[in-house]
T-cell receptor
Framework: DTGVSQNPRHKITKRGQNVTFRCDPISEHNRLYWYRQTLGQGPEFLTYFQNEAQLEKSRLLSDRFSAERPKGSFSTLEIQRTEQGDSAMYLC????????????????FGPGTRLTVL | GQSLEQPSEVTAVEGAIVQINCTYQTSGFYGLSWYQQHDGGAPTFLSYNALDGLEETGRFSSFLSRSDSYGYLLLQELQMKDSASYFCAVRDGFNKFYFGSGTKLNVKP
């Protein structure tokens, strides 16, 4: 499978615990995005990387959230001191910078990690 | 800020044509995209418009009017498998994407 993969697919944790999610993008894609999606809503932008550089981060994102992409390949998203409001689906998407039009704007989404905070 | 408006739900019958509208207000605009998401699935890319006009991809077409901050997705020859949620998304000048709340399309026999 050459698509975007995310692990784990499901995570149940207790409030106050830390969690980490992993995303493996399509290998030649240099842009990687993290989104959060709750039921009945569209994906909400969290942050994105171009290669290993984190270029943008949502102002809505609290300091409890951090993301890395150390070698420009896979990425991790960590949530510290989880709260019940963090319960959501966390989606990763990758895209290929360069070219124009569709190539530049087409994002390939992974299956997501569903987080439940008890 | 960014805001995108689309109808919450649309119902149509198999074989029909349906149009899903999207209006947006953004501080920067570099294109309008459409995604399909089946229940329990990941969003999948359908189309992209950067310039005014109609883009056609098989049964799906997408239209953009930048002066009206408006676009739509047109689905023709509806099939049962088209039942899903459809999201419009805007890219700003910082390569961030903002998604609407989605339109749930119900296709009936």
């Amino acid at each position: 499978d050459t698509g975007v993969s995310q692990n784990p697919r499901h995570k149940i944790t207790k409030r106050g615990q830390n969690v980490t999610f992993r995303c493996d993008p399509i290998s030649e894609h240099n842009r990687l995005y993290w989104y959060r999606q709750t039921l009945g809503q569209g994906p909400e932008f969290l942050t994105y990387f171009q290669n290993e550089a984190q270029l943008e981060k949502s102002r809505l994102l609290s300091d409890r959230f951090s993301a890395e992409r150390p070698k420009g390949s896979f990425s991790t998203l960590e949530i510290q001191r989880t709260e019940q409001g963090d319960s959501a689906m966390y989606l990763c998407a990758s895209s290929l910078r360069g070219g124009s039009g569709r190539t530049y704007n087409e994002q390939f989404f992974g299956p997501g990690t569903r987080l439940t905070v008890l | 800020g960014q805001s995108l408006e689309q109808p919450s739900e649309v119902t149509a019958v198999e074989g029909a044509i349906v149009q899903i509208n999207c209006t947006y207000q953004t501080s920067g605009f570099y294109g309008l995209s459409w995604y399909q998401q089946h229940d329990g699935g990941a969003p999948t890319f359908l189309s992209y418009n950067a310039l005014d006009g109609l883009e056609e991809t098989g049964r799906f077409s997408s239209f953009l009017s930048r002066s009206d901050s408006y676009g739509y997705l047109l689905l023709q020859e509806l099939q049962m498998k088209d039942s899903a949620s459809y999201f419009c998304a805007v890219r700003d000048g910082f390569n961030k994407f903002y998604f609407g709340s989605g339109t749930k399309l119900n296709v009936k026999p």
